[in-house]
């Protein structure tokens, strides 16, 4: 199956998908489910923001908006069936990491395929950080007091 296809299959996915996943997180924020199918079923942890990405970086944190709390990207992960994890979102990403290696963007530009793919591989960071807003608990933010009932509910519901 070409790259394309792949991707296809990866959107239709998650398109298929989006509510089933919500709902069971919305309903249990720590819910064991694959991201992108709705399995249960050989979960994995899939990196929100992949390893690669940080090669040239030092600082192996990055903000995040919602409590102004810094965390280690390797840390922010996300449940997804193995399938999906290596077969659908680890293909585009080794592929893209390859155009991005390969492409001096100095000296040449990227094809438009390459694009549309990344494109479509930002649509699916988004989704995964929709999906980590409502699983991110509700922590104690500096400064203020720590109320456990509240600590336990996910962020998105006080957005
Ligand atoms: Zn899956």
């Known amino acids: 199956m070409s790259i ?3 991707l296809v299959h990866l ?4 398109r298929a998908n989006k509510k089933k996943v919500t709902d069971a997180i919305s309903a249990n924020h720590s819910a064991e ?8 079923e050989q979960l994995t942890k899939e990196h929100v923001i992949p390893q690669w990405v940080y090669n ?10 919602t409590n102004g709390i810094s965390q ?7 449940p997804a069936c193995k399938d999906c994890n290596s077969n659908l979102l680890g293909l585009l990403e080794r592929h893209l990491k390859h155009e991005f290696e390969r492409i001096d963007v100095r000296h040449q530009e990227y094809s438009q395929e390459t694009l549309e793919l990344v494109i479509l591989w930002l649509e699916t960071l988004e989704y995964k950080f929709q999906i980590l807003d409502l699983r ?24």
């Open 4 to 6: 394309q296809l792949k």
């Open 11 to 14: 959107r239709k996915k998650i």
């Open 33 to 40: 489910i694959c991201i992108i199918c709705g399995s249960h």
């Open 56 to 65: 040239r970086c030092t600082k192996r944190t990055f903000e995040t908006t």
């Open 72 to 78: 280690t990207y390797n840390k922010t992960t996300l």
């Open 136 to 159: 991110r608990n509700f922590n104690k933010i500096k400064g203020t007091d720590y109320i456990p009932h509240i600590g336990k509910m996910p962020i998105s519901m006080f957005l």
